[in-house]
C-alpha cells in the first residue's frame, strides 16, 4: 500500500506443497469462468486464475501468498493483484470501489461504472492531455482530517489494442494476456502517474454505452439517494457478502453520498467523443 498509516500487506510466493495444505480435501472446480473462489475453514480466502495464478489471503489481511502456475503467469501478477488484494483490504476493514480515478488540480476525481462503460479509455484521455493516473480498477478511500483521501493504485491503465493506439500512439507498447484479457496493459512513469494520495474531490458515474443514446455530453447532479446506490453498486469485489462487511459497505457508501460531490455522465462512445467528455468534466470541476 503507498502509505504505512493505511495499511501494510506482504506479498509472499508460496509453493505447491502451501497451497495444498491449505485446501486441504477442498476441490476448486475450473468452472466456464476464468477464475473460482472458495472459502477455507480457517477464514481464508483461495482465489485461483485459470492458467495464471493461485492466490491465498488469510482473514486478518495482512498477507497475500501467490503462486505462478505457468510461465506466463509471472507476466500475469499485477494484472491480477487488484482484485485479490481486494480480499485483504476488505479483511481489514477498507472497502475498495470500482473506479479509474484522475488528478486534476491536486484532487482526485472518480470516474466510476461497470467493466465496458469506458472508465479506462476516458481515464487515459485525461493522461494523455498531461494530467496524472491515479489508478485504475481498484480505488481505496480513507476519512483524514475530516477529507476523504483517495490513494493510488499499479501505475498502469488497461486498454483495448485499437484504442491505445489511437491515444498514445502507434508505437504504444504494453502487455498483452489473452485470454485473460484481451486489454493491453500499459505501465505509466511517474509523470504520468500518482504515487501518493490525494483528496477526493469528485465522483461521476459513467451511464450505460447506448442508454438515452445523445449527440452530446450531459452531466447531471445525482441526489444523495441516488448516489448511495450507485456506489454500493460500483463496490469492488461483490463475493465478500457477510454482515459485517455489508455494514462498512453502506456506512462508506452513506458517507461518502454525503460528504462528495456525486454526478451522472453521459456520453456518445465514439473516440472522438473523449475529448468532449473530459472537456465537460474539467469546465464542470471548474464551476
Not at 480498477?137 to 493510488?152: C, F, I, K, N, Q
Request: glycine share 8%.
Amino acid at each position: 500500500m503507498p502509505a504505512a498509516s493505511l495499511a501494510r500487506v506482504s506479498l509472499v510466493r508460496g509453493t505447491t506443497a502451501a497451497f495444498e495444505n491449505a485446501l486441504g480435501s477442498i476441490n476448486v472446480p475450473e468452472g466456464p469462468a476464468l477464475w473460482a473462489t472458495a472459502s477455507l475453514p480457517d477464514g481464508s480466502r483461495f482465489l485461483r486464475w485459470s492458467g495464471a495464478f493461485e492466490f491465498l489471503i488469510p482473514k486478518n489481511g495482512r498477507t497475500v501468498t501467490c503462486r505462478p502456475l505457468t510461465p506466463r503467469g509471472v507476466d500475469a501478477f499485477h494484472t491480477h493483484l487488484g482484485p485479490s488484494l481486494s480480499f485483504a483490504l476488505i479483511n481489514l476493514g477498507f472497502e475498495p470501489l470500482h473506479s479509474t480515478t484522475v488528478v486534476i488540480d491536486g484532487g482526485a476525481v472518480a470516474l466510476m461504472g461497470d467493466c465496458g462503460y469506458g472508465k479506462s479509455s476516458l481515464g487515459a484521455s485525461f493522461v494523455k492531455s498531461g494530467y496524472r493516473l491515479l489508478t485504475d480498477d481498484l480505488l481505496v478511500t480513507s476519512y483524514e482530517d475530516g477529507r476523504v483521501l483517495a490513494y493510488p493504485g499499479a501505475p498502469r491503465v488497461k486498454l483495448y489494442p485499437a484504442i491505445a493506439k489511437i491515444i498514445f500512439g502507434s508505437r504504444v507498447t504494453g502487455l498483452r494476456l489473452k485470454p485473460l484479457t484481451p486489454k493491453l496493459i500499459i505501465p505509466l512513469d511517474e509523470q504520468r502517474s500518482q504515487r501518493s494520495p490525494v483528496p477526493l474531490k469528485a465522483i461521476y458515474v459513467l451511464r450505460p454505452p447506448g442508454a438515452r443514446a445523445s449527440s452530446r455530453v450531459s452531466i447531471r447532479v445525482l441526489s444523495q439517494r441516488s448516489a448511495f446506490v450507485e456506489l454500493v453498486r460500483n463496490t469492488f469485489n461483490m463475493a465478500v457478502s457477510d454482515p459485517d462487511r455489508l455494514e462498512r459497505q453502506f456506512a462508506l457508501a452513506t458517507r461518502l453520498a454525503t460528504d462528495v460531490p456525486i454526478k451522472s455522465l453521459s456520453y456518445p462512445r465514439e473516440f472522438g467523443m473523449l475529448v468532449d467528455a473530459r472537456e465537460a468534466i474539467l469546465a464542470d470541476l471548474r464551476a
